[in-house]
C-alpha cells in the first residue's frame, strides 16, 4: 500500500488533503507537533469528517495513524513514502524544512529510486517552490541532483472552507462541501498519482490567482465589512445587503483584471464568482470573521489578496473603487488579540494612512496611496 505523508494534522490537514488522500487509498501518516491531537490519531486510526452544506453527511477516515513531526521516527517514514503533502502555514515550512531534507538523505542514500512527490498545501502562491528553497538549502549537491530525478515539488492551489468547529471527538473536523486542488503536472516525478478531488493543472498559475483573486479576495472583504458592521461570522455579514454588494462589486473588479490578464471566458468566471460568494452564506459553518480577517499585514501585502487584485485591475485601466474600500476596511482591523493587527495599528498611528499603506504593501504610487486612505475614511461610514 503506498504511504502519504501529511504534515499538520489540523483542519485543512484532516478535513481537506489528508481526506482525499485515505479516500485515494493512501496510508496516510499525519505528522503534526500537537501531542493531544497525533496521540489521539495514533490511537483511534480514523476521524470523522463532518460535511455541512445544503446536503449533510459524516464521512469516516480510516487506514491513518499519527507521529510527531519533530521526533526521529518522521524521518524513516519520509524515506519510505511516496506522497508528502503539507498543511502548516507558509511561515512554518522553513522549520520542517530540515526534516524533510533528513528523509531525502536517508533515500539517497539508500538509492531509493521510487519518485517521492511533495505538494505544500499552503494558502499561498507558489509554497511548494518556497519549500523547495528550504529544502535545498539542507542537501548536498549530489542529494540535489537525486532530487531532480527521483523528488517532484509540485506547486498548487487549494480552496476548501474548514472553519475551527469544536466536535465531541477533538480530531472529528468540519468542512463545507465544495473543494478545488489543482496540482502542476509537469513538476510531478514517475507515474501521476491518482486521487480523485486533485486537479492536475497545465497552467496553474491561472488557478492560483483565480483562487487568490476570487475565493480570499471575497473572504477577507466580507470579514473586513463585517467587522466594521458589528457581524460576528461570515454568513451573518454576507446577509447584510451593503455587505453583499460591495462584496460583490469588488469581486467583480477583481475578476476583470483576471479576465484580461489570463483572457478567461468572461461569463463563465462571472458564474465562478456567483458560485465563490454562495459559499459565504453557509449557515452550518460558522466561520468567525476575526478567523478570516487574522494577520492583516499578510493580506495587504504586494502579492497577496488584497493588493494584487488592485494593481492587477489599475494596470489594465480597470474601475478599482470597491477594491479600495476592501483594503479601507482591511486598515480599520483593529484586534488586540492579533499581533499583526496591533502592528497596523500602530503604524497607521505614528505614519498615517498613507505611508502605512505604503510601508505594507509596496506601493510608490501617491495617487493610489492617496484613494486608499480616503477609502479608509469612506468605508466606516457605508456599514
Same mark, same amino acid.
Given at each position: 500500500?503506498?504511504?502519504?505523508? =501529511?504534515?499538520?494534522?489540523?483542519?485543512?490537514?484532516?478535513?481537506?488533503?489528508?481526506?482525499?488522500?485515505? =479516500?485515494?487509498?493512501?496510508?496516510?501518516?499525519?505528522?503534526?507537533?500537537?501531542?493531544?491531537?497525533?496521540?489521539?490519531?495514533?490511537?483511534?486510526?480514523?476521524?470523522?469528517?463532518?460535511?455541512?452544506?445544503?446536503?449533510? /453527511?459524516?464521512?469516516?477516515?480510516?487506514?491513518?495513524?499519527?507521529?510527531?513531526?519533530?521526533?526521529?521516527?518522521?524521518?524513516?517514514?519520509?524515506?519510505?513514502?511516496?506522497?508528502?503533502?503539507?498543511?502548516?502555514?507558509?511561515?512554518?515550512?522553513?522549520?520542517?524544512?530540515?526534516?524533510?531534507?533528513?528523509?531525502?538523505?536517508?533515500?539517497?542514500?539508500?538509492?531509493?529510486?521510487?519518485?517521492?512527490?511533495?505538494?505544500?498545501?499552503?494558502?499561498?502562491?507558489?509554497?511548494?517552490?518556497?519549500?523547495?528553497?528550504?529544502?535545498?538549502?539542507?542537501?548536498? /549537491?549530489?542529494?540535489?541532483?537525486?532530487?531532480?530525478?527521483?523528488?517532484?515539488?509540485?506547486?498548487?492551489?487549494?480552496?476548501?472552507?474548514?472553519?475551527?468547529?469544536?466536535?465531541?471527538?477533538?480530531?472529528?473536523?468540519?468542512?463545507?462541501?465544495?473543494?478545488?486542488?489543482?496540482? /502542476?503536472?509537469?513538476?510531478?516525478?514517475?507515474?501521476?498519482?491518482?486521487?480523485?478531488?486533485?486537479?492536475?493543472?497545465?497552467?496553474?498559475?491561472?488557478?492560483?490567482?483565480?483562487?487568490?483573486?476570487?475565493?480570499?479576495?471575497?473572504?477577507?472583504?466580507?470579514?473586513?465589512?463585517?467587522?466594521?458592521?458589528?457581524?460576528?461570522?461570515?454568513?451573518?455579514?454576507?446577509?447584510?445587503?451593503?455587505?453583499?454588494?460591495?462584496?460583490?462589486?469588488?469581486?467583480?473588479?477583481?475578476?476583470?483584471?483576471?479576465?484580461?490578464?489570463?483572457?478567461?471566458?468572461?461569463?463563465?468566471?462571472?458564474?465562478?464568482?456567483?458560485?465563490?460568494?454562495?459559499?459565504?452564506?453557509?449557515?452550518?459553518?460558522?466561520?468567525?470573521?476575526?478567523?478570516?480577517?487574522?494577520?492583516?499585514?499578510?493580506?495587504?501585502?504586494?502579492?497577496?489578496?488584497?493588493?494584487?487584485?488592485?494593481?492587477?485591475?489599475?494596470?489594465?485601466?480597470?474601475?478599482?473603487?470597491?477594491?479600495?474600500?476592501?483594503?479601507?476596511?482591511?486598515?480599520?482591523?483593529?484586534?488586540?488579540?492579533?499581533? =499583526?493587527?496591533?502592528?497596523? =495599528? /500602530?503604524?497607521?498611528?505614528?505614519?498615517?494612512?498613507?505611508?502605512?499603506?505604503?510601508?505594507?504593501?509596496?506601493?510608490?504610487?501617491?495617487?493610489?496611496?492617496?484613494?486608499?486612505?480616503?477609502?479608509?475614511?469612506?468605508?466606516?461610514?457605508?456599514?
Amino acid at each position: 500500500m503506498k504511504t502519504a505523508i =501529511q504534515f499538520g494534522a489540523g483542519n485543512i490537514g484532516r478535513g481537506f488533503i489528508g481526506m482525499l488522500l485515505s =479516500q485515494a487509498g493512501y496510508h496516510v501518516v499525519f505528522a503534526d507537533v500537537s501531542e493531544v491531537i497525533i496521540n489521539r490519531l495514533a490511537a483511534d486510526k480514523g476521524y470523522t469528517v463532518h460535511v455541512m452544506d445544503t446536503e449533510v /453527511e459524516d464521512v469516516p477516515i480510516t487506514n491513518i495513524t499519527g507521529i510527531m513531526s519533530n521526533g526521529e521516527e518522521i524521518v524513516d517514514k519520509i524515506a519510505e513514502a511516496d506522497i508528502l503533502t503539507t498543511a502548516v502555514g507558509l511561515r512554518v515550512l522553513g522549520f520542517i524544512a530540515p526534516t524533510i531534507a533528513q528523509g531525502i538523505r536517508k533515500r539517497c542514500a539508500a538509492n531509493n529510486q521510487t519518485p517521492l512527490n511533495i505538494i505544500a498545501c499552503e494558502n499561498a502562491i507558489r509554497a511548494t517552490s518556497q519549500l523547495k528553497e528550504h529544502v535545498y538549502k539542507e542537501l548536498s /549537491e549530489e542529494e540535489k541532483v537525486y532530487c531532480e530525478t527521483y523528488v517532484g515539488f509540485a506547486d498548487c492551489s487549494v480552496d476548501r472552507i474548514v472553519p475551527p468547529v469544536r466536535s465531541e471527538n477533538p480530531v472529528d473536523v468540519v468542512v463545507e462541501k465544495y473543494c478545488e486542488w489543482n496540482v /502542476e503536472k509537469a513538476a510531478l516525478k514517475g507515474d501521476i498519482p491518482e486521487i480523485a478531488g486533485m486537479n492536475l493543472a497545465d497552467n496553474l498559475m491561472a488557478y492560483i490567482q483565480r483562487k487568490l483573486f476570487t475565493l480570499n479576495t471575497g473572504h477577507c472583504i466580507t470579514a473586513y465589512t463585517g467587522i466594521l458592521a458589528g457581524c460576528k461570522t461570515i454568513d451573518e455579514a454576507i446577509s447584510n445587503p451593503k455587505i453583499f454588494e460591495l462584496v460583490k462589486a469588488a469581486m467583480t473588479q477583481s475578476g476583470d483584471g483576471l479576465i484580461k490578464k489570463f483572457n478567461f471566458d468572461k461569463d463563465a468566471h462571472y458564474k465562478y464568482i456567483d458560485k465563490i460568494i454562495n459559499r459565504f452564506k453557509n449557515p452550518y459553518l460558522q466561520d468567525d470573521v476575526t478567523r478570516v480577517g487574522r494577520e492583516p499585514l499578510r493580506k495587504l501585502s504586494a502579492d497577496d489578496r488584497l493588493v494584487s487584485p488592485l494593481t492587477t485591475a489599475l494596470s489594465y485601466g480597470l474601475p478599482v473603487d470597491k477594491l479600495f474600500l476592501g483594503i479601507g476596511a482591511a486598515l480599520r482591523y483593529n484586534n488586540p488579540e492579533d499581533e =499583526q493587527s496591533v502592528q497596523l =495599528q /500602530e503604524k497607521i498611528a505614528a505614519k498615517g494612512v498613507a505611508a502605512a499603506f505604503a510601508e505594507i504593501s509596496g506601493i510608490t504610487d501617491q495617487n493610489v496611496l492617496d484613494q486608499a486612505a480616503v477609502a479608509y475614511e469612506q468605508v466606516v461610514t457605508l456599514f
